[in-house]
């Protein structure tokens, strides 16, 4: 347990060795973005060599983007964009996400509770917790075909697990009855797409 806990002390991993501590254990949604966390994140290649560096802040109720109030602005519209890393986007500067973009052309406010690893399980239910609390005029989803349906389960969850703490899962007491047929449908297909061949 002591080499484990000063090994990461005495060596110089680089910019591409480990990760930052950007997310905590969630009891909702499985984790979330820790609130108030500032840290620099590394874009790296394949080959562990950093392409770019950016510093990286989460707000105070826990979203990777500027600070934002539940309160809304009167006459302004608000777009809350959910999804995993791809809108979380700690791949570059927060002035070049799509989202921040979004904003600047279209005047809506377009709030990021991107999440990286999220399926959209998991977005079900950060948006019941504390999501919804922002009241927008449109919720959007944003999703990858490349494992959100695969990871809405727990067996094909196990089986693609990234290092994420357990997630808990939307059980049948918590679903109407068109969600759990919805339900029905995304693990019948997640099913599917698990006994396809890769190159499919």
Known sequence: VLVDLLLPLTLDRGPCGGRAPFW????????????????????????????????????????????????????QKRVLVLGDSYVEAMQVDLEETFLARLERTTGAEMIDAGVSGYSTDNELRAFDARDRRFAPDVVLIVFFVGNDVLENGARLYVKNAHGLPPKPWVGLDETTQPLARCFAVARAAAHVADVMPGFV
């Open 24 to 75: 905590r254990p969630d009891a909702a949604a499985g984790w979330s973005l820790a609130p108030d966390v500032v840290r620099d994140a590394s874009v790296c290649d394949a080959d562990g060599k950093a392409l770019a560096r950016h510093s990286i802040t989460v707000n105070a109720l826990g979203l990777r983007d500027r600070p934002r109030t539940f309160a809304r602005v009167p006459g």
